[in-house]
């Protein structure tokens, strides 16, 4: 077994009304927690790597961890770059074994966008690999738009055909609401999500793989271990749960979560280390953290996005 792209993993899930999760990875107690849950469920699998973590972990490390977890499970996972920024990291992806790529063009014209997302196509699918684009901007709190600008920033419908004919995209990124980090929405705002433009996304482009970036949930419980272990996070809002489940359920195939993951496992490490204070070895509170990301990612895979027994 060795990596898969995320072709028929999107064909089944789109058929199947079920989303694959995409988990981001920096180390190897979190691609082991992330494909152990993956194992315990036998579901399907991304594990996707951003600018950051290659330029934490190395390219190299992260490449042979993930052959490491598909020889340990014999799972379907695809090993695939989070948010390529230009053509030249794509590239390096691509040539250094990656699976899968996104090219993230949002913050580009309509018309840049195409031609950059074009360019990753090309080179991509001439080595078999498959590409992510985006289209619309995923909003911050902290960006502080208001209404009007807000919907401009959203996925607009009447622009995707052209987008993904133009590009030969295998799968399209949009924003409907959600966005990045722990803080979605300012405290007392209610979380929205635009499923008018999913609904319409999806009638323009059958059968075609959408993509939901910024999908934390960021559960209260796990902000109250991080406080009650001497952290100081504030209230945070994320996407509720039943909202990415309705997501999975039509054209969604692909879910990112990244800082759920960050969340539990740093909430675990300080539990860890408050309630061992003569702790010293990493691989005690490390061993914590780990196994949290396998708890909490095995919940989405079973509770939310329904890929159990699907691998
Ligand atoms: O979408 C961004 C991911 O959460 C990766 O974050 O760039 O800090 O690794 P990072
Ligand atoms: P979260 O910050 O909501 O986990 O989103 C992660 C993501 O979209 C990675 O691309
Ligand atoms: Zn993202």
């Not at 993956?38 to 042979?64: C, D």
């Amino acid at each position: 077994m060795s990596l898969v792209g995320t072709k028929e993993m999107f064909e089944k899930a789109y058929q199947g009304g079920y989303a694959v999760g995409a988990f981001n990875v920096n180390n190897m107690e979190i691609v082991q927690g992330i494909t152990e849950a993956a194992k315990l469920e036998n579901s399907p699998v991304i594990l996707q790597v951003s600018a950051g973590a290659r330029k934490y972990a190395k390219h190299n490390y992260l490449m042979k961890l993930v052959e490491a977890a598909v020889m340990e499970t014999g799972l379907p996972i695809a090993l695939h770059l989070d948010h390529g920024e230009n053509f030249d990291i794509c590239k390096a992806c691509v040539d250094g074994g990656f699976s899968s790529v996104m090219i993230d063009g949002s913050k580009h014209s309509f018309e840049e966008n195409i031609a950059v997302t074009r360019q990753v196509v090309e080179y991509a699918h001439a080595h078999g690999v498959v590409v992510e684009g985006e289209l619309g901007k995923l909003a911050g709190v902290e960006d502080d738009v208001n209404v009007a600008d807000e919907d401009a920033q959203f996925t607009n419908p009447a622009e995707v055909e052209e987008f993904v004919s133009r590009t030969g995209v295998d799968s399209l990124a949009i924003a409907i609401g959600t966005s990045h980090g722990a803080y979605k929405f300012k405290p007392g705002q209610k979380p929205r999500l635009r499923f008018d433009i999913l609904e319409q996304i999806s009638q323009r482009l059958p059968g075609f793989p959408i993509v939901l970036h910024g999908a934390s949930s960021v559960p209260q419980q796990y902000v109250q271990i991080v406080n009650q272990h001497g952290g100081s996070m504030p209230d945070a809002i994320g996407i509720p749960e039943e909202m990415l489940r309705q997501a999975a359920s039509m054209a969604v195939c692909k879910i990112n979560i990244d800082s759920d993951l960050r969340l539990c496992m740093t909430a675990a490490v300080r539990k860890h280390l408050a309630e061992h204070p003569d702790h010293f070895d990493p691989r005690q509170y490390l061993a914590d953290g780990r196994e949290a990301i396998t708890e909490i990612v095995r919940h989405k895979i079973r509770d939310v996005l329904g890929s159990s027994g699907k691998a």
